[in-house]
């Protein structure tokens, strides 16, 4: 079975402070992807990054930031300078395998809120 | 280019009366997918499509819920006889059937309440 904890419920920061979401996953794929989504109060789930098992290197886009560990089960994702605009729900999710659905299985998302 | 788009946005109903919603994917993905969120939880899977084939449904589908996708374009999502625990926001996806480029990319969602 697969599983992503988003062991983080709520995390509340000032503007411009740098904040890190945790996401651990349990998978017994070998190649598996994982993503990161983001739902502002509109509700629309924005997709932000997929990362496959065999690349483990990190990525930055701007003021983004992921850090994949196997060693670790982790795929953490760090927002630094944080602005208001990045207050919303964040989801991890993992697909585990390259046949059949390929569907997503989230974590339970972390509310991020920049406050002014 | 246009994403996903899902009808209606929100639909209030009654207890025991049957809905339905639609999702129209992005043009060229063949994969299409619908997932159930509650307030304050993350996506849950339904069923999805590969083309106008549905390939996987998930236990949390019962036997009210029926999905199609008619000549692989739009889908359609119905609930028959809803029931107050029906009430979620029902998200649509799609994607390209390749897994090499797997992102699914998802639609506005329809909030359904049923009183």
């Known amino acids: 079975a697969q599983k992503v904890t988003q062991a983080q419920t709520e995390i509340s920061v000032v503007e411009k402070e740098d904040v890190t979401l945790d996401c651990v996953y349990e998978?017994?794929?070998?190649?598996?992807?994982l993503f990161w989504y983001k739902q502002p109060p509109s509700g629309e789930l924005v997709f932000l990054i997929r990362?496959?098992?065999?690349?483990?290197q990190n990525e930055i886009s701007g003021r983004y930031s992921w850090n994949f560990q196997k060693s670790t089960s982790s795929f953490n994702f760090t927002i630094t300078a944080s602005q208001v605009v990045d207050s919303a729900v964040y989801f991890c999710?993992?697909?585990?395998?390259?046949?059949?659905?390929?569907?997503?299985?989230f974590g339970q998302g972390t509310r991020l809120t920049i406050n002014p | 280019d246009t994403g996903v788009s899902q009808d209606p946005r929100h639909k209030i109903t009654k207890r025991g009366q049957n809905v339905t919603f639609r999702c129209d994917p992005i043009?060229?993905?063949?994969?299409l997918y619908w997932y159930r969120q509650t307030l304050g939880q993350g996506p849950e899977f339904l069923t999805y499509?590969?083309?106008?084939?549905?390939?996987?449904k998930s236990r949390l589908l019962s036997d009210r819920f029926s999905a199609e996708r008619p000549k692989g374009s739009f889908s359609t999502l119905e609930i028959q006889r809803t029931e107050q625990g029906d009430s979620a926001m029902y998200l649509c996806?799609?994607?390209?059937?390749?897994?090499?480029?797997?992102?699914?990319?998802f639609g506005p969602g329809t909030r359904l309440t049923v009183l």
């Open positions: 996806a799609s994607s390209l059937g390749d897994f090499r480029y797997n992102e699914q990319f």
């Open positions: 998978t017994r794929d070998t190649t598996y992807y």
């Open positions: 990362r496959n098992s065999f690349d483990e």
């Open positions: 999710a993992l697909t585990g395998t390259i046949q059949g659905a390929q569907k997503l299985v």
């Open positions: 043009s060229e993905h063949n994969r």
């Open positions: 499509f590969q083309n106008e084939a549905q390939l996987e």
